[in-house]
């Protein structure tokens, strides 16, 4: 297999997978939601969504399932400017039907617009094991197995230095909240990231997609500790929509809001893009649990407290 010289990433998180194996400059086209690392921003777009991202998260959320339903994807590709660059590799992924184009219509692109000998890589990744997983694979179809192994090995020793750090400090029950109206649980490695900073978390088994919760099964929990997390969304944008929280009757009863540690990350940059900076998000997990054994370990702007 001849080494593709030419890749396009539709998603975040394997632009950052194949910059993180020094791939930049192969890199001839990527998603309209790539911003990771800094270099990448100016390369041509290939994706854009069929809706409007903004608003509120029920609206949001109306909106995706309306598309969904009629069997659509929720992104469109650019074909003019996919048979403009012509590339020998695209990552996509069929993990999620909302976070990025979908492989079927990728795999129709390629059919349409490109030649039989461009190369499509989907990763599914559910937890950590498959994050790992996914990095080697794009490591294999770029021939840059050792750079992927160098890779995991990194990331491998901070995640075993954090749990070393975390393993005798008390651990309180985590809520994380992937989306507000309606109210859904983190899933996938949301679990693992928070067993590795040393909490709590029962709403969603490692693997398990993000479950619609009830507002009785989050008072029953009794939450010590909430970390607001939704996907896709930056911080601003979600402090926009914090009332769909804060409005609840039942919203105030809850222990961590009473004791003031309800926490708002950047879903968009860390927890929602199974890449890299996962680890990244376990140490944001870790400085906002045990703020004294891990003060420093998270990224400037990661989170505020709400």
Not at 33 to 62: M, N, Q, R, W, Y
Not at 141 to 153: I, K, P, S
Not at 259 to 281: L, M, T
Request: charged letters at 20%.
């Amino acid at each position: 297999m001849r080494t593709p010289e030419r890749i396009i990433s539709l998603l975040p998180s394997s632009t950052e997978i194949l910059c993180s194996l020094g791939l930049r400059d192969r890199l001839v086209g990527v998603s309209h939601e790539c911003d990771f690392p800094a270099e990448v921003l100016g390369l041509p777009v290939l994706t854009e969504p069929k809706l409007d991202p903004h608003g509120s998260s029920a609206t949001i959320d109306a909106r995706v399932r309306a598309i969904v339903q009629e069997g659509l994807s929720v992104y469109r590709i650019k074909t003019e400017v996919l048979q403009q660059l012509q590339p020998d590799l695209i990552v996509t992924q069929d993990q999620c039907e909302v976070c990025a184009v979908s492989l079927p219509e990728v795999e129709e692109a390629v059919r349409c617009f490109l030649t039989p000998s461009v190369q499509v890589v989907s990763l599914k990744p559910q937890r950590l094991s498959d994050i790992w997983q996914d990095i080697r694979q794009v490591g294999q179809a770029t021939g840059q197995e050792t750079a992927a192994e160098e890779v995991l090995r990194g990331l491998k020793r901070r995640l075993g230095k954090l749990e070393q750090q975390t393993r005798h400090a008390p651990r309180p029950r985590v809520a994380c909240i992937e989306w507000l109206d309606p109210l859904m649980a983190g899933g996938n490695w949301v679990a693992e990231l928070v067993e590795i900073a040393g909490g709590e978390y029962s709403f969603a088994a490692a693997g398990m997609q993000s479950p619609k919760i009830t507002w009785q099964a989050l008072v029953e929990y009794q939450p010590e500790v909430i970390v607001v997390m939704p996907c896709g969304c930056k911080i601003s944008q979600t402090q926009a929509d914090f009332s769909a929280l804060t409005a609840h009757p039942q919203w105030y009863a809850l222990p961590a809001v009473q004791a003031q540690k309800v926490f708002v990350v950047d879903g968009n940059a860390y927890y929602n893009r199974p890449g890299p900076r996962i680890v990244e998000s376990a140490e944001i997990m870790a400085e906002i649990l045990h703020p004294e054994e891990c003060a420093g370990l998270a990224p400037p702007d990661a989170y505020v407290r709400a």
